[in-house]
T-cell receptor, first 118, second 111 residues
Framework: GAVVSQHPSWVICKSGTSVKIECRSL??????MFWYRQFPKQSLMLMAT?????????EQGVEKDKFLINHASLTLSTLTVTSAHPEDSSFYIC??????????????FGPGTRLTVL | QKEVEQDPGPLSVPEGAIVSLNCTYS??????FMWYRQYSRKGPELLMY????GNKEDGRFTAQVDKSSKYISLFIRDSQPSDSATYLC???????????FGQGTELSVKP
């Protein structure tokens, strides 16, 4: 299957700083990338959808000025958490989807990034 | 009402048991149904997907969709300790749509 990587895998930062998380599709071109957050023992909640070269579409309740998403190439999307606060501590997961010839256009998930804000 | 409901468990079974995991959904427009497995502190991996109603089998895993009752099931035969993980059901309206996840069921298979 296709491989999606995330970097860093975990990060600890001080309150008020900004953190950038990278999501890369390693062996396919991702026309669409998705960013999720997951709190302990809860499901994945979609934050935003981004298509290469265009602005991200944010889900209701997600602050676009706080969670900046860039999808500048077909293999890289970044999520920047600006002015992070302890309540932003969570597990952030990206997924990527390319063009598929099969009947189901699968999303491939990255391994996740654990963010802890002190 | 959540669009996809799933009992979070936890569910604990002995090795070799048959495991039944279930979800219900509210919108009859959903067409694609998936099961993901997520190990602790990892991203989800796709186990199986089904289009519309019916059964699908892959080794020890069987996925079942009953659109008339809006019910999704995953059966695991001869469960192994390595099956211990959180299992998430998910649905899609169409190929270009966004995944809608259930809460996930935490499964523990005891040796």
């Amino acid at each position: 299957g296709a491989v999606v990587s995330q970097h860093p895998s975990w990060v600890i930062c001080k309150s008020g700083t900004s953190v950038k998380i990278e999501c890369r599709s390693l062996d396919f071109q991702a026309t669409t990338m998705f960013w999720y957050r997951q709190f302990p023992k809860q499901s994945l909640m979609l934050m935003a959808t981004s298509n290469e070269g265009s602005k991200a579409t944010y889900e209701q309740g997600v602050e676009k000025d706080k969670f900046l998403i860039n999808h500048a190439s077909l293999t890289l999307s970044t999520l920047t958490v600006t002015s992070a606060h302890p309540e932003d501590s969570s597990f952030y997961i990206c997924s990527a989807r390319g063009h598929a010839a099969s009947s189901y256009n699968e999303q491939f998930f990255g391994p996740g990034t654990r963010l802890t804000v002190l | 009402q959540k669009e996809v409901e799933q009992d979070p468990g936890p569910l604990s079974v002995p090795e070799g048991a048959i495991v039944s995991l279930n979800c219900t959904y509210s919108n009859s427009a959903f067409q694609y149904f998936m099961w993901y497995r997520q190990y602790s502190r990892k991203g989800p991996e796709l186990l199986m997907y089904t289009y519309s109603s019916g059964n699908k089998e892959d080794g020890r895993f069987t996925a079942q969709v009953d659109k008339s009752s809006k019910y999704i099931s995953l059966f695991i035969r001869d469960s192994q300790p390595s099956d211990s993980a959180t299992y998430l059901c998910a649905t899609l309206y169409n190929q270009g749509g966004k995944l809608i996840f259930g809460q996930g069921t935490e499964l523990s298979v005891k040796p």
